[in-house]
């Protein structure tokens, strides 16, 4: 069993209770609140601006230039899709393009982990911590697509963005890296590998949620 696989098993718990979440079943039925998906979407907005950031301070970390070169272009995905949400989906879900955005306390939270994980940990944690916003996504993103309500849901067009080939090869080098790094690693350092993996995927869950409960300062 190679490292990911041990990592997905360790949370599973938490995955197969995003599916579950109040959030993830309306959008997937098109009933989910407007208001409630305007907060997520304000939300990941500032999310992914760091994100993409992050990603591209860990490839700067690489050692390898291929695998630099990969975690630039992650970094530049993440900010075009950014900027994708504030042209396309902020007007179609009736937000300003160039509203001012409050970062809330878990993607501020979210997002502090990554960035100070990436500066201060190794580059095998650094990348483990950043894994489930690619895999959980693609995971999730593809049960939504599977089992959406297709007629007249107001965010398929949203959905799709998730599905698609391009963001799925992303995922595979993801993973790829983590499971040569874990595989290069020591016990500990796998160990704290998992540990930032299960931190991240509990703030998965968090993202979500806080979208639904409208989590604010």
């Known amino acids: 069993m190679n490292w990911t696989d041990q990592a997905w098993e360790a949370i599973l718990p938490i995955y197969q209770e995003i599916l579950k979440m109040p959030f993830i079943e309306e959008l997937k039925n098109g009933t989910l609140p407007l208001e409630k ?6 939300q990941d907005a500032k999310y992914l601006e760091h994100y993409g950031r992050a990603l591209a301070a860990l490839g700067s970390k690489a050692a390898d230039n291929e695998m630099a070169l990969d975690f630039f272009e992650f970094g530049k995905n993440a900010l075009i899709v950014e900027r994708a949400l504030h042209e396309a989906y902020f007007k179609q879900f009736n937000l300003e393009p160039n509203q001012e955005i409050t970062i809330q306390p878990v ?9 100070s994980t990436v500066a201060y940990d190794p580059i095998e944690v650094a990348t483990a911590a950043i894994l ?3 895999w959980i996504y693609k995971e999730v993103g593809d049960h939504i697509y599977q089992n ?14 998730y599905s ?11 993973l790829q890296y983590s499971n040569y790094m874990a595989e290069n690693s020591t016990e500990k350092g796998r160990k704290a590998m998992l540990e930032a993996f299960i ?5 998965e869950f968090n993202f979500w949620d806080a ?6 300062w």
């Open 107 to 115: 993607c501020h939270h979210y997002i502090h982990f990554l960035k």
């Open 164 to 174: 698609g080939e391009e963001f799925a090869e992303g995922v595979k080098k993801a």
């Open 199 to 203: 931190a991240a995927s509990r703030l």
């Open 211 to 216: 979208a639904y409960r409208n989590i604010t």
């Open 148 to 161: 959406q309500n297709t007629e007249n849901n107001p965010y398929k067009n949203w959905i799709e963005t």
């Open 37 to 42: 998906f305007q907060f997520y979407m304000l």
């Open 132 to 134: 489930p916003c690619f």
